[in-house]
């Protein structure tokens, strides 16, 4: 089980959208992060088949994943997830799977398994217009699964959640990455960080690190710092180096920041997270596609 990318690269008009992206991908969660207008949507567009790239071509096992076999092995939970509001979650699933060609003995069970496995069960028989957003998700995520797919793309599948629901599909997401390929995009760095095995960044079409959290977190490690300053030396430090938070506190502003050496005499150095990570590469917003 492999998903190669080879010098993918995907413009529209003037905006290079993707620019030679080259993966592997093995069976696993991969978490996606970028900025709104890094290319995310784009990359799993063309993984999905439903784009084509300008140049370079995307692979499973070895196989081109514009070919009809690879829909069969493709589960794909988008960004903007379209439903029939006066549909139960049950009659949803049996005509999603009508669509796919699944027998209907054999969609019948399995979406009452995927209910299950989705803790919407109890909800099967009402209509999909009284859940809540992250009841709709946890379906749009077992659409996705009718096919017992082997490839599982997800696009910014928790925005929206409470912190409640997002742990919980979370959870969801990890047990599934046991036994497929699971690309996960969000630009919600806490839920990459708890559950990806390897954590790809995007930036201008490219991706520009990739690996293990603990693998990827070394571009910062050592170089965070959290120090108390007055109004006047805090707005010196954050126009000398990138902030990644501010915050008024009763003795003067308290500043985490990026450096390589420490930054002010009172600056104590701190453990580095994934969002400082995040923060320090997108600190200005990306914009287009």
């Given amino acids: 089980m492999e998903l190669i990318f080879d010098r993918v690269t995907k413009q529209y008009k003037n905006k290079l959208a993707v620019d030679r992206v080259s993966l592997s991908l093995k069976q696993g969660v991969y978490g996606l992060l970028g900025a709104n207008g890094a290319g995310k949507t784009t990359l799993m567009r063309m993984m999905c088949g439903v784009l084509k790239p300008d140049s370079g071509e995307i692979l499973y096992d070895g196989r081109k994943v514009e070919e009809e076999a690879y829909r069969d092995i493709l589960g794909y939970l988008p960004q903007e997830f379209g439903y029939y509001p006066d549909f139960s979650a049950m009659d949803f699933l049996m005509y999603l799977a009508s669509l796919k060609g699944i027998p209907r003995k054999q969609a019948r069970g399995t979406a009452l398994e995927l209910l299950e496995l989705t803790d919407l069960s109890p909800v099967a028989k009402k209509k999909i217009k009284t859940f809540s957003g992250g009841m709709k998700q946890r379906l749009g995520i077992a659409q996705a699964l009718l096919n017992d797919p082997k490839v599982l793309v997800l ?75 007055d109004s006047k030396t805090a707005e010196e430090l954050s126009k000398a180096y990138p902030v990644l938070n501010i915050r008024e506190g009763q003795n003067g502003t308290l500043l985490r920041l990026v450096c390589q050496e420490k930054p002010a005499e009172t600056a104590v150095s701190v453990v580095a997270s994934l969002e400082d990570l995040y923060l320090y590469y997108f600190s200005e917003t990306e914009q287009g596609k």
């Fill in 155 to 229: 696009d910014e599948p928790t925005a929206g959640l409470d912190p409640k629901e997002r742990v919980r599909f979370r959870n969801l997401i990890s047990r599934l990455g046991t036994e497929r390929i699971v690309l996960l995009s969000t630009h919600i760095v806490s839920d990459v960080e708890h559950i990806a095995d390897v954590i790809l960044v995007m930036k201008g079409g490219a991706i520009i690190h990739q690996g293990s959290f603990s693998e990827i977190i070394q571009v910062i490690d050592g170089k965070v710092w959290e120090c108390t300053a």
